[in-house]
């Protein structure tokens, strides 16, 4: 039983298209979150959920719109997709919503290509 | 502005030896340091940390060291064995918002040697 899973794990599109990533969690945690991996390599946090409420929107175009329909689904959706957007993002989440020794879970990440 | 950085993109050490990987970070108002191991096609997985109140956690093979007066930590594991290849992200948190948000370098990628 995976205990993050993100779908899709590769997704190839268009310049302009509009996509979405969705993520499930089993592990009871309260929190999800959305990392980016750009190119070089740096985790980047985009959003924070929390029992289905907002918490973190970090510098992020408002083409990316994060929902989470439940404590255990976040799902982000990507408009009008442009070249930069192409990245490995990464789904996670944790038991808590702070907390210095909260541990991520991840996701086995998606690999975004915008041609 | 990089507030964690981890210098050595790869190392490459003998199956049996100690591999050292070497995290920096700038801001002093950090007080919580993870080490996460990540495998290809795999996301992140936790692998040890420590807090800033001590300069040393061990878990079996794997050892963090923190000298907070050179912001530095470095992750010691004895003896390094084949299924410990694999990027290691160094990430650290502070009280600078509510959030206790992570702060990731770019990940050291450690090749182990038969």
């Known amino acids: 039983d995976t205990a993050v899973s993100q779908t899709p794990k590769y997704l190839v599109t268009q310049m302009g298209n509009d996509k979405s990533i969705k993520c499930e969690q089993n592990l009871g945690h309260d929190t999800m979150y959305w990392y980016k991996q750009d190119s070089k390599k740096f985790l980047k946090i985009m959003f924070s959920y929390n029992n289905k409420e907002l918490i973190i929107n970090e510098t992020v175009p408002n083409r990316f719109s994060p929902k989470s329909p439940d404590k255990a689904h976040l799902n982000l959706h990507i408009n009008s997709l442009e070249l930069g957007d192409s990245a490995v993002y990464f789904c996670?989440?944790?038991?808590?919503?702070?907390?210095?020794?909260?541990?991520?879970?991840f996701g086995s990440g998606t690999q975004l290509s915008v041609l | 502005d990089q507030q964690v950085k981890q210098n050595s993109p790869s190392l490459s050490v003998q199956e049996g030896r100690i591999s050292i990987l070497n995290c920096d970070y700038t801001?002093?108002?950090?007080?919580?340091f993870l080490w996460y191991k990540k495998y290809p096609a795999e996301g992140p997985t936790f692998l040890i940390s420590?807090?800033?109140i001590k300069d040393k956690n061990e878990d079996g093979r794997f050892t963090v060291f923190l000298n907070k007066s050179a912001k530095h930590l470095s992750l010691h594991i004895v003896p390094s064995q084949p299924g410990d290849s694999a990027v290691y992200f160094c990430?650290?948190?502070?009280?600078?918002?509510?959030?206790?948000?992570?702060?990731w370098g770019a990940g050291t990628k450690l090749i182990i040697k038969p």
């Open positions: 420590i807090s800033s």
């Open positions: 996670a989440s944790s038991q808590a919503r702070t907390g210095r020794k909260e541990k991520l879970f």
């Open positions: 801001n002093s108002m950090f007080d919580y």
């Open positions: 990430a650290a948190k502070g009280n600078m918002d509510s959030n206790y948000q992570l702060i």
